[in-house]
């Protein structure tokens, strides 16, 4: 337990140095007192490529909607991204309390937190992705964009939001957290499959594969609910049989899935099913 706890501490630790840095290069070309308010420069989110989340079915958040409404806020998502869209924030919109900066506990309204971030704003809302984090052992508050976080002390788990700039560091801080799958385990035994997720995707690790034969798979591209994901991996040629890091996105269901021979593996045709899973090549 006190390994784990380590663990969680530095990753923590790497992720809060990695976005305070980043938000220090962006106050030194605006001129921002991160403290005191924003600038006109900085009315407009920076670093979002909204491209990146064309053909997903993100979820459209409710302004003071929080992680547990999407099963998210736990520890087995430490290391998992969760992406959504805001709305544009209504007047009758309240902002719930809302504690620290850049780095936020993860049970906080996740919209208020992106605009503080600067992530969305208040008039478009807008398209994000977070990281689940391991929590830090404090939180300091500040006035961004017209909203004001408050101190608080550690919690279990926190949240950042990824951008283009810290997307790196993103990635080596939940690296320790990936999930490391047997070869065989289907996508609906992973703990991620839930219905409400669709259009989110979940990183895995893959071992190499063991010798003798491997369990069937259905589809081509898009792939049933509960596809083998390692075995699917290869067919869609996104590792080879020496495992490996693969990214899952939760889709829509199709009326028909079609099979092919691909990489060494056959899969099968479907009649389809409520849900299917897509292999991508990146997460964020």
């Known amino acids: ?117 600067g992530k969305i704003t208040a008039a478009d809302g807008g398209p994000f992705t977070l990281q ?36 790196a560091a993103a990635d080596e801080a939940r690296a320790p957290y990936i999930p490391r799958v047997k070869w065989d385990m289907k996508f609906t035994k992973s703990g991620f499959a839930y219905k409400k997720l669709r259009g989110q995707r979940f990183t895995f690790n893959c071992p190499a594969a063991p010798s003798g034969r491997l369990r069937a798979i259905t589809g081509t591209d898009s792939y049933t609910l509960n596809a083998v994901i390692c075995v699917a991996a290869v067919h869609a040629g996104k590792i080879t049989k020496d495992g490996g890091l693969v990214h899952i996105q939760m889709d829509e269901g199709k009326s028909k899935l079609v099979g092919s021979i691909r990489n060494d593996i056959e899969s099968g045709n479907g009649s389809g099913s409520s849900g299917t899973v897509s292999y991508v090549d990146a997460t964020f």
């Open 132 to 167: 689940v984090n391991p929590g830090l052992e404090s939180y300091t508050g500040s006035s961004r964009n017209e909203v004001d976080s408050a101190n608080l002390p550690g919690t279990k788990r926190s949240m950042v939001f990824l951008d283009a700039a810290n997307t």
């Open 1 to 117: 337990m006190r390994t784990r706890n380590l663990k969680l501490i530095a990753a923590a630790s790497i992720a809060s140095a990695c976005l305070t840095g980043t938000a220090a290069a962006q106050n030194a070309t605006t001129g921002q007192n991160t403290t005191t308010g924003t600038t006109a420069a900085q009315e407009a989110p920076s670093g979002i490529d909204t491209a990146r989340y064309d053909g997903r079915n993100l979820p459209e958040l409710g302004w003071n909607d929080t992680l547990k409404r999407y099963n998210f806020d736990n520890d087995k998502f430490i290391g998992q991204r969760f992406s959504a869209t805001c709305p544009p924030r209504n007047i009758r919109d309240k902002n719930d309390d809302l504690y620290g900066s850049d780095v936020y506990p993860s049970d906080n309204p996740i919209c208020v937190a992106a605009l503080h971030a």
